[in-house]
C-alpha cells in the first residue's frame, strides 16, 4: 500500500473519530477532512468534484423545502392531534397510533425532518393526559428508523444507495423494503405496548379533556396547505414513475420544490432556504470528498478484495456479512458515512466475481437503517429526540435506550436475515 493510501486512511480515520465523539461538529469535521483530501494532493478538485453525489443533495434540498413549507401550515399537528381523538384518548392507543405515523411520515418525509414535527405534539398530548412521555418518545424512535428503511426518500442511506444504483428506482425500493419493515414494525410496536402499558396510565377526567382538543384549530393557512398538498402530491407520483420518464430523483424533489414556491409567493423564498439543514448537505459534500480519498488510492478496491476473499465471492455469504456488519456497525458510528464508504465496496465486488449484487444492496440498506436503532448514537434522529426530551425534563439517557433498543435492533436484523434469504437467495 503506498504512502497516499496511508494519507487517505489516516484521514479518514481520524475524521471518523472525531464524526463519533462529537466534539466538534461533524459537517466541521467532513468539510476539512474532505479539503485535506484535495490539499495534500490524495484527490484534485476536479476528481474530488466529480465524486459528489449531486443527486442525493438535490433530493435532500427538494424535500426539505416542500416538507419545511408545509409544516407551516400545521398538518401534522393536525394528523396528531386527530390520530390521538381516534384513538380514544387511551395512552396506550396513542403511543400505537403516533408510533404508527411516524413510521409512515419516516417513509415519505426524512427521519429528522419527522421526529422534529412529532415531537413536540407527542409532549403536548402527554402533558394534557399527565403521563411520560419517554416511552412515546423510545417508541416514536425506533418507528421512524423502521418507517425510513421502506422508501428511497426515507432514510439518508437510501437516497444514497439509489442514487448510486440507477436500477434502484422509488418502487424498487417500497417492493423490496416495505414488506420487511412492515413486518418488523409489527413486532416491534407491541413489544412497546407490553412493556410500558402499565407506567403510561391516566384518568377518565384527563381523556375526556383530550378529546374536547380541536384538531382542526392546528390548521393555520388553509390556502397554504390546498397547495401543499398538491405540490406533495405531485412529487409523490414524480418518485413512482421518474424512471419512466428518465429523471433523476432530485430533479423530480427540485422541481416539486420551485413549484410551490412560485405558488406561494417570494415571501417564502428566503424562510424556505432557511429551513433547509445546510449543515447536513455540507456534511454531505465533506464525506463524499474524504471517501473519494479512499477510492482513488485503491483502498476500497483492497477492502472489497477481501470482502470476496472471506466470503468466496458466494452471494449468500456476502449479504449476510453486509447485513450483520451493516447493523451492528451502524448502531455505534452515523450510518451515513459507513454507507457512503460501503457503496464503492459492493461496486468493487461486482467487478471480482460477484455475480449478483442486488441481495447485497438490500442488506446494506436494511442494516444501515434498522441498525440505527441499537443505540441513541446510531442515528440523527435518535439524537434529536434525545435533546428535546432533556430540554423539556425527560432525559433519555444511553443505557436507558440501550438496554431496551440495542435487543430490538438485533432482533430485526434476524428478521431482515431470514426475509432477504428467503426472497432473493433460495
Known sequence: MDQQALIAIGLFAVAYGFIVSEKIHRTIVAMIGGILMVVLGIVNQETALHHIDFNTLGLLVGMMIIVGITA?????????????????????????????????????????????????????????????????????????????????????????????VKELTFMAFINNLAPIAAIILAITVPFFVLFYRKQIQTTEELRLGLMKMNE????????????????LGLTLIGFFVHQMVHLESATVALAGAFLLLLLTGEHFLEEAFQRVEWTTIFFFVGLFVLVSGLVETGVIAALANYAVGVTGGDVTKSAVLILWLSGIASAF??????????????????????????????????????????????????????????????????????????????????????????????
Open 72 to 164: 407551516e401550515t400545521g398538518l401534522f399537528k393536525y394528523i396528531a392531534v386527530w390520530s390521538a381523538k381516534k384513538a380514544g384518548g387511551h395512552p396506550v392507543r396513542i403511543m400505537v397510533v403516533l408510533s404508527l405515523v411516524t413510521a409512515i411520515g419516516s417513509a415519505f418525509l426524512d427521519n429528522v425532518t419527522t421526529v422534529l414535527l412529532m415531537v413536540p405534539v407527542t409532549f403536548s398530548i402527554t402533558r394534557q393526559l399527565r403521563v411520560n412521555p419517554v416511552p412515546f418518545l423510545m417508541s416514536q424512535i425506533l418507528a421512524c428508523n423502521i418507517g425510513g428503511t421502506a422508501t428511497l426518500i426515507g432514510d439518508p442511506p437510501n437516497i444514497m444507495i439509489g442514487s448510486a
Open 333 to 426: 458510528l452515523d450510518n451515513i458515512p459507513f454507507v457512503a464508504t460501503m457503496i464503492p465496496m459492493i461496486q468493487e465486488m461486482g467487478t471480482m466475481g460477484v455475480s449478483n449484487l442486488e441481495p447485497l444492496w438490500w442488506s446494506l440498506a436494511l442494516g444501515a437503517c434498522l441498525g440505527g436503532n441499537g443505540s441513541l448514537i446510531g442515528a440523527s434522529a435518535n439524537l434529536i429526540v434525545a435533546g428535546m426530551a432533556a430540554k423539556e425534563g425527560h432525559p433519555i439517557s444511553f443505557m436507558k435506550f440501550f438496554v431496551i433498543a440495542f435487543p430490538l435492533m438485533l432482533l430485526s436484523i434476524a428478521v431482515a436475515n431470514v426475509y432477504v434469504y428467503v426472497r432473493y437467495l433460495m
Open 216 to 231: 382542526k384549530a392546528e390548521i393555520r393557512d388553509p390556502v397554504l396547505l390546498k397547495k401543499c398538498l398538491v405540490v
